[in-house]
């Protein structure tokens, strides 16, 4: 990282605190920071989470049967019906 990379990461880290986006941590994983370049010229600061992602424990959550689904329906009178592709691009 370059110096003036260096003096605009701890002017960005110095601005998240105060606006408690971010916090200190103790954690003994990191992930590396670096800027990308934008076509406008400004910089990105992006995040590598790969090693993090590599130490994180797997949640697991089996679907559950279509039977057992139905059956918890017997009897309700009102349902709901989700369009989860564009939920799923506009969270």
Same mark, same amino acid.
């Given at each position: 990282?370059?110096?003036?990379? $260096?003096?605009? !990461?701890?002017?960005?880290?110095?601005?998240?605190? /105060?606006? #408690?986006?971010? %916090?200190?941590?103790? $954690?003994?994983? !990191?992930?590396?920071?670096?800027?990308?370049?934008? /076509?406008? #010229?400004?910089? %990105?600061?992006?995040?590598?989470?790969?090693?993090?992602?590599?130490?994180?424990?797997?949640?697991?959550?089996?679907?559950?049967?279509?039977?057992?689904?139905?059956?918890?329906?017997?009897?309700?009178?009102?349902?709901?019906?989700?369009?989860?592709?564009?939920?799923?691009?506009?969270?």
């Amino acid at each position: 990282m370059t110096d003036a990379e $260096s003096v605009t !990461l701890k002017q960005w880290l110095e601005d998240e605190l /105060k606006a #408690g986006k971010i %916090c200190p941590s103790n $954690s003994p994983i !990191l992930s590396p920071v670096m800027f990308v370049p934008k /076509k406008d #010229g400004s910089c %990105c600061l992006v995040v590598d989470y790969w090693k993090l992602n590599n130490q994180s424990k797997k949640n697991v959550y089996p679907l559950p049967h279509p039977d057992d689904l139905m059956s918890k329906l017997c009897g309700a009178k009102i349902f709901s019906k989700l369009d989860l592709r564009w939920g799923y691009n506009n969270v």
